[in-house]
Protein backbone atom coordinates (compact mmCIF):
# COMPACT_ATOMS: atom_id res chain seq x y z
CA UNK A 1 0.00 0.00 0.00
CA UNK A 2 1.00 3.77 -0.87
CA UNK A 3 -0.13 6.98 0.72
CA UNK A 4 0.52 10.21 -1.00
CA UNK A 5 0.35 13.63 0.88
CA UNK A 6 -0.42 16.38 -0.80
CA UNK A 7 -0.25 19.65 0.57
CA UNK A 8 1.11 22.99 -0.17
CA UNK A 9 -1.98 24.60 -2.02
CA UNK A 10 -3.79 28.00 -1.20
CA UNK A 11 -5.48 31.24 -2.20
CA UNK A 12 -2.67 33.04 -4.12
CA UNK A 13 -3.08 36.34 -6.67
CA UNK A 14 -2.56 36.16 -10.34
CA UNK A 15 1.11 36.54 -11.20
CA UNK A 16 1.77 34.62 -7.42
CA UNK A 17 3.77 31.30 -6.55
CA UNK A 18 3.28 28.06 -5.23
CA UNK A 19 4.94 24.86 -4.60
CA UNK A 20 3.34 21.89 -3.71
CA UNK A 21 4.59 18.78 -2.30
CA UNK A 22 3.40 15.16 -2.85
CA UNK A 23 5.10 12.58 0.05
CA UNK A 24 4.81 9.37 -0.49
CA UNK A 25 4.81 6.84 1.98
CA UNK A 26 4.36 2.85 2.58
CA UNK A 27 5.69 0.25 0.15
CA UNK A 28 8.66 1.37 -1.66
CA UNK A 29 7.92 2.81 -5.12
CA UNK A 30 10.03 4.72 -7.84
CA UNK A 31 9.47 9.01 -7.54
CA UNK A 32 9.39 8.70 -11.69
CA UNK A 33 5.61 6.92 -11.11
CA UNK A 34 4.62 9.97 -9.49
CA UNK A 35 2.40 12.42 -11.84
CA UNK A 36 0.65 15.45 -11.06
CA UNK A 37 -2.88 16.10 -12.07
CA UNK A 38 -5.50 19.01 -11.72
CA UNK A 39 -9.59 19.63 -11.70
CA UNK A 40 -10.83 22.47 -12.09
CA UNK A 41 -14.24 23.01 -11.02
CA UNK A 42 -16.93 21.51 -13.76
CA UNK A 43 -14.18 19.98 -15.78
CA UNK A 44 -12.34 16.51 -16.63
CA UNK A 45 -9.49 15.51 -14.36
CA UNK A 46 -6.42 16.38 -16.70
CA UNK A 47 -2.49 15.82 -16.18
CA UNK A 48 -0.33 18.60 -15.41
CA UNK A 49 3.04 17.18 -15.28
CA UNK A 50 4.27 13.33 -15.60
CA UNK A 51 8.31 11.72 -15.52
CA UNK A 52 9.02 9.90 -18.67
CA UNK A 53 12.24 8.97 -17.50
CA UNK A 54 15.18 10.12 -14.86
CA UNK A 55 15.60 13.55 -16.32
CA UNK A 56 12.44 14.55 -18.45
CA UNK A 57 9.54 15.54 -17.86
CA UNK A 58 6.00 15.97 -20.12
CA UNK A 59 3.94 18.95 -18.92
CA UNK A 60 0.64 20.39 -19.93
CA UNK A 61 0.66 22.84 -23.12
CA UNK A 62 -0.97 25.14 -20.17
CA UNK A 63 1.52 24.65 -17.95
CA UNK A 64 4.80 24.77 -19.86
CA UNK A 65 7.20 27.06 -19.21
CA UNK A 66 5.09 28.25 -15.60
CA UNK A 67 5.28 24.95 -14.05
CA UNK A 68 8.25 22.88 -13.16
CA UNK A 69 8.43 19.18 -11.42
CA UNK A 70 10.94 17.57 -9.46
CA UNK A 71 12.04 14.83 -6.56
CA UNK A 72 14.01 14.27 -3.96
CA UNK A 73 15.15 11.24 -2.98
CA UNK A 74 16.07 11.45 0.36
CA UNK A 75 12.67 13.20 1.39
CA UNK A 76 10.76 10.87 -0.87
CA UNK A 77 8.59 13.50 -1.89
CA UNK A 78 8.21 15.36 -5.59
CA UNK A 79 7.34 18.92 -6.03
CA UNK A 80 5.42 20.95 -8.30
CA UNK A 81 6.73 24.52 -8.40
CA UNK A 82 3.89 26.78 -9.83
CA UNK A 83 5.05 30.51 -11.00
CA UNK A 84 3.03 33.03 -13.02
CA UNK A 85 -0.09 31.21 -11.85
CA UNK A 86 -3.62 32.31 -13.77
CA UNK A 87 -6.87 32.10 -12.46
CA UNK A 88 -7.73 29.28 -14.73
CA UNK A 89 -5.22 27.38 -12.85
CA UNK A 90 -7.46 27.11 -10.23
CA UNK A 91 -8.00 23.72 -9.23
CA UNK A 92 -8.05 21.13 -6.93
CA UNK A 93 -4.17 19.56 -7.32
CA UNK A 94 -3.72 15.87 -7.18
CA UNK A 95 -0.40 13.62 -7.31
CA UNK A 96 -0.95 10.13 -8.71
CA UNK A 97 1.94 7.34 -8.24
CA UNK A 98 1.20 4.72 -11.06
CA UNK A 99 2.40 1.35 -12.89
CA UNK A 100 1.56 -1.66 -14.34
CA UNK A 101 1.64 -2.69 -10.62
CA UNK A 102 0.01 -0.47 -8.53
CA UNK A 103 -2.21 3.03 -8.99
CA UNK A 104 -2.61 5.10 -6.30
CA UNK A 105 -4.18 8.78 -5.29
CA UNK A 106 -3.89 11.40 -3.26
CA UNK A 107 -6.48 13.23 -1.41
CA UNK A 108 -5.91 16.31 -3.37
CA UNK A 109 -4.78 20.51 -2.38
CA UNK A 110 -6.65 23.37 -3.75
CA UNK A 111 -5.32 25.88 -5.57
CA UNK A 112 -6.96 28.93 -5.91
CA UNK A 113 -5.83 31.99 -7.98
CA UNK A 114 -7.80 35.40 -7.79
CA UNK A 115 -7.05 37.22 -10.27
Known amino acids: QVQLVESGGGLVQAGGSLRLSCAAS????????ISWYRQAPGKPRELVAR???????VYADSVKGRFTSSRDNDKNTVYLQMNSLKPEDTAVYYC?????????WGQGTRVTVSS
Open 96 to 104: RANSREYDY
Open 26 to 33: GRPLSLNT
Open 51 to 57: FIDGSNT
